[in-house]
């Protein structure tokens, strides 16, 4: 397969014309036109369909980019990794890459200029620790607790690993302004038996986490994403356990209160391959991060 023709398609999916898509990437209308029928042609399928509006993807056809972005980004990756060994390819899980490794990896960088450290971020976390044991990644970072990686419920990676706790998250129980559990202290028992728990789904990290301490027999609703747990909480509709830093805005501005009871943190936890941590650039960042 041509890889400037995948480029230009997917150039094509991001700018919506083929006029656009011409003057980003620095070619003739034609050659766009040409380079994606080409493709077409090699595949057998079309990608795209012309309105008046543009080109727009074809179901079967943007699920192919899709994956042929994810593809194309691993192998410029593995090539600048072929160049520069110094530098490291982290996976993450989406919500950790965007709301706690930013300050994690901006003071390693202040202390550590040398380590040169790619994010990838990935909202599936089996999808991360089978990257981790294809050695498509030098190391993942996930949330997780307990003595062994998988610990918090997650099926562990079948090869060997190793971790290291970077640091603790602190997890809060939120209820919505008004409930008969705010005002004092609140126990365990209490907890289990007022139910209303509410998560996001069975494979979620805040999900885990609360059947790891009120029991795996616990009484869990899934109401979906982030956005709608803590909206069923806020309009009084259940309670939640959940990263304090998802909810930090909601508990400044009392959409959302804490509840007295003392909610176990998790562990933000850095995982990489027994078998590769002899590398120089991944000792480099055990050792800079340890000293963190």
């Not at 493709?39 to 899709?66: I, K, N, Q, S, W």
């Not at 044991?133 to 997650?154: M, Q």
């Not at 008969?180 to 028992?189: A, E, K, N, R």
């Not at 059947?211 to 909206?231: C, K």
């Amino acid at each position: 397969m041509d890889l400037d023709q995948l480029r230009t398609a997917l150039a094509l999916l991001r700018h919506g014309t083929v006029n656009r898509t011409a003057a980003a990437v620095g070619l003739a209308p034609s050659s766009v036109s040409d380079r994606v029928r080409r493709l077409e042609g090699e595949l057998g399928a079309p990608l795209f369909v012309r309105d008046r509006a543009g080109m727009h993807p074809t179901v079967a056809g943007l699920a192919y980019l899709t994956a042929a972005a994810s593809a194309l980004d691993a192998l410029e990756e593995a090539a600048e990794r072929l160049h520069d060994s110094s530098v490291l390819i982290v996976g993450a899980q989406a919500a950790i890459a965007d709301e706690l490794l930013p300050a994690v990896l901006d003071d390693l960088h202040a202390r550590h200029s040398n380590i040169d450290v790619r994010l990838r971020p990935e909202p599936d976390r089996t999808r991360l620790l089978a990257a981790l044991d294809r050695t498509e990644l030098d190391a993942v970072v996930l949330l997780d607790t307990g003595d062994h990686v998988g610990d918090l419920g997650f099926a562990g990676p079948t090869s060997a690993m190793s971790h290291l706790d970077i640091r603790e998250v602190a997890m809060t129980t939120v209820a919505a302004p008004g409930s008969p559990l705010l005002g004092h202290p609140v126990t365990i028992d209490e907890i289990r038996r007022t139910g209303g728990l509410i998560g996001r789904e069975s494979r979620c990290a805040f999900w885990m986490a609360t059947q790891r301490w009120l029991g795996p027999d616990s009484d869990l609703r899934a109401v979906g994403g982030l956005a709608q747990v803590r909206e069923w909480v806020a309009i009084g509709r259940g309670i939640a356990v959940l990263p304090e830093f998802a909810v930090r805005t909601d508990l400044e501005t009392g959409r959302l209160v804490a509840i007295d009871v003392q909610t176990p943190p998790l562990h933000l936890r850095l995982i990489w391959l027994r078998n590769r941590e002899a590398t120089d650039s991944l000792q480099q960042l055990l050792y800079a991060l340890s000293q963190a």
